[in-house]
């Protein structure tokens, strides 16, 4: 079982960059594809993007398509998303979560959540 916990959330003005973290506490991490999602206030939680079992394939939704980069260290059990030319658009909680599906673009592919981490981008 992954328990999983995100970090790095924050405030940042438009054009800035931000790194939020998650790292898994159980010892099955590179059984798992990571997703990252985010859900804006008044609006469904969205697919961001995801990354294979060994980081050799990343996905991404078009928005974050050349702005988001997910990698991931499996040695630390930590998958990270590097936010990039944020915009105020890009406002949401963050959460990561583990699949045994890749590239699991809908939230039903994944059995563990993290519990978010609030990025806020300012224009």
């Known amino acids: 079982q992954e328990q999983l916990v995100e970090s790095g959330g924050g405030l940042r003005q438009a054009g800035g960059s931000l790194r939020v973290s998650c790292a898994a506490s159980g010892r099955t991490f590179s059984n798992y594809a990571m997703g990252w999602f985010r859900q804006a206030p008044g609006k469904e939680r969205e697919f961001v993007g995801s990354?294979?079992?060994?980081?050799?394939?990343?996905y991404y939704e078009d928005s974050v398509k050349g702005r988001f980069t997910i990698s991931r260290d499996n040695d630390k059990n930590i998958v990270y998303l590097q936010m990039n030319s944020l915009k105020p658009e890009d406002t949401a909680v963050y959460y990561c979560?583990?699949?045994?599906?890749?590239?699991?673009?809908?939230?039903?592919?994944?059995?563990?959540w993290g519990q978010g981490t609030q990025v806020t981008v300012s224009s």
């Open positions: 979560a583990a699949s045994t599906h890749y590239p699991a673009l809908h939230s039903y592919y994944y059995d563990y």
């Open positions: 990354i294979g079992r060994f980081g050799s394939s990343t």
